[in-house]
């Protein structure tokens, strides 16, 4: 049972131009929510996090949007960048729980 | 500082063999998380160690098991192994237990079951 999902496995974009992947979660217990990127032979890094209590945060190039009413959370890059190529994981948790991943989407920046 | 160190990086072995992977957290961590990730599923928990004790556990069958030691460094096994279990295992550490900790994670073992 997917509480989180990724419905698009993949997306490319223009340099320079903006990039969004989107989430969507199925549990209303869910009160944080991550963002992972995650290059070929790596281990996924941390990217931004955002609260329930807020609706957006912003950190640089990288700003998350959270919709609690239709449980969904975006993940916006502006200006997108080449380096930004990777496999996008969004993640949620409930209190005192484990978190649960999306399955990813894969975002090409075509220079 | 060393990030987390996961070992074997890549692992063949035969169905119905048994396998153990080591992740050594970053220095001061005490909670290790272990991770599932394939294709098809993204990335699902297994379990979580915190002080040698686990706190959480994702819905994996038995043959999956884990334990964690006094010096923080934590063991993933997996008993009879099915085609199935190919996967890329994923470890992740942070200093404590609970989400407002954040998450660094290892390289992963690739293992492959044949």
């Known amino acids: 049972d997917q509480q989180v999902k990724q419905n698009s496995p993949s997306l490319s974009v223009q340099e320079g131009r903006i990039s969004i992947l989107n989430c969507d979660y199925t549990n209303s217990m869910f009160d944080y929510f991550l963002w992972y990127k995650k290059y070929p032979a790596e281990g996924p890094t941390f990217l931004i996090s955002?609260?329930?209590?807020?609706d957006k945060n912003e950190d640089g190039r990288f700003t998350v949007f959270l919709n609690k009413s239709a449980k969904h959370l975006s993940l916006h890059i502006v200006p997108s960048q080449p380096g930004d190529s990777a496999v996008y994981f969004c993640?949620?948790?409930?209190?005192?729980?484990?978190?649960?991943f999306g399955t990813g989407t894969s975002l090409t920046v075509i220079p | 500082k060393a990030g987390v160190t996961q070992t074997p990086r890549y692992l063949i072995k035969t169905r119905g063999q048994q396998v153990t992977l080591s992740c050594s957290p970053i220095?001061?961590?005490?909670?290790v998380s272990w991770y599932q990730q394939t294709p098809g599923q993204g990335l699902q928990f297994l379990f979580e160690y915190f002080s040698e004790t686990q706190r959480n556990k994702g819905n994996f069958p038995g043959r999956f098991s884990g334990r964690q030691f006094s010096n923080s460094r934590s063991e993933m096994n997996v008993s009879t192994l099915e085609l199935g279990d190919s996967a890329l295992y994923l470890c992740a550490s942070s200093e404590g237990h609970g989400i407002s900790y954040g998450y660094t994670f290892g390289s992963g073992t690739r293992l492959t079951v044949v």
């Open positions: 220095s001061g961590h005490r909670s």
């Open positions: 993640a949620a948790s409930a209190p005192g729980n484990q978190f649960y």
């Open positions: 955002i609260s329930s209590i807020k």
